[in-house]
Every structure is written in structure tokens, then in C-alpha cells.
């Protein structure tokens, strides 16, 4: 299995910047893909941003030229800056590796005040 801490969340003002920092370990397979999800109050979780292990990315149409995911390997880390924050942002961000098996974090908080 492979364990996922996630930091960086926090109250930050619209137009704000965030970044959020999730680091892997445990059987960490050579081939997989890190991403971040995010679920507001009363909604459904929902895919922001995945790179895989060849550093391929999708972003959802919502954060697309505001959000960027990046990894370093080495560090088993995966990175989601924030840019340009909107309070439709605002949720509880989740950290997914996908490999041979799915491992969720346990979320970080990010609210955007107007």
C-alpha cells in the first residue's frame, strides 16, 4: 500500500496563491499517476489535476491556466500551485496515487475568502 500525506492548505484571499505539497510512501510502483481531487460542502469529489509517472497532465476545465500539478519523482512528491484562487474554489483537496492499487490522503482544507 502507499501512504499519502498532504500540506499546504490555508485561508487565503481571492486572487491568492496556494500550494499544496503530497508526499508518497510505502510500495510505490514505477509506473503510476498522482493527482488531486477536491469535494465542497454538499458536492461530489471531483478530479482537479493528475500527472503521470511520464509527466503527462489533465486539468479540469474549472482551473485549467490558474492551477499547475508537478512532480518530483525523486521526493515521491506531488505539487498543486494555485493561482488566481476564486471562493468556488474553496473545498477540501485530496491527494490520489493510482497504481496497482488506488491510495487516497486525508485532505487538506482550502478556503478562498471574497
Known amino acids: 500500500q502507499v501512504q499519502l500525506v498532504e500540506s499546504g492548505g490555508g485561508l487565503v484571499q481571492a486572487g491568492g496563491s496556494l500550494r499544496l505539497s503530497c508526499v508518497a510512501s510505502g510500495n510505490i510502483d514505477s509506473i503510476n499517476d498522482m493527482g488531486w481531487f477536491r469535494q465542497a460542502p454538499g458536492k461530489q469529489r471531483e478530479l482537479v489535476a493528475r500527472?503521470?509517472?511520464?509527466?503527462?497532465?489533465i486539468y479540469a476545465d474549472t482551473v485549467k491556466g490558474r492551477f499547475i500539478i508537478f512532480r518530483d519523482i525523486g521526493k515521491n512528491t506531488v505539487y498543486l500551485q494555485m493561482i488566481g484562487l476564486k471562493p468556488e474554489d474553496t473545498a477540501v483537496y485530496y491527494c490520489?496515487?493510482?497504481?496497482?492499487?488506488?491510495?487516497w490522503g486525508r485532505g487538506t482544507l482550502v478556503t478562498v475568502s471574497s
Open positions: 490520489n496515487y493510482r497504481g496497482l492499487f488506488v491510495s
Open positions: 500527472i503521470s509517472s511520464g509527466g503527462t497532465t
